[in-house]
């Protein structure tokens, strides 16, 4: 396969693994203040906002070293493939 190839897969699966988590974690707090509000009748747009942020803080504090090592890897991966075809060429 090509070297190209390879590395666009690899980059969309790095883009999954860091997006991913931080998104479902958005997507059900955001259903469950929705769910709260439909309930309560309570409309306030602030209340929708302010726990997605507080969500998406603790979730980079949490998540924060999974996702730079990840990137770390594949940086890492890929500048070893830019050598290896500099290599071969």
């Known amino acids: 396969m090509n070297e190209v190839a390879l590395a666009s897969r690899e980059a969309l699966w790095v883009t999954l693994q860091i997006g991913g988590p931080i998104l479902i974690l958005l997507l059900v707090v955001g259903l ?51 050598v290896e075809v500099g290599l071969k060429g």
Request: no cysteine.
């Open 32 to 82: 469950v203040v929705a769910v709260v509000q439909a309930l309560t009748q309570v409309n306030e747009a602030t209340l929708g906002f302010l726990p997605k942020v507080a969500v998406l803080a603790a979730a980079l504090l949490l998540l924060g070293p999974f996702m730079s090592g990840v990137l770390r890897g594949y940086a890492s991966s890929l500048f070893q493939a830019v």
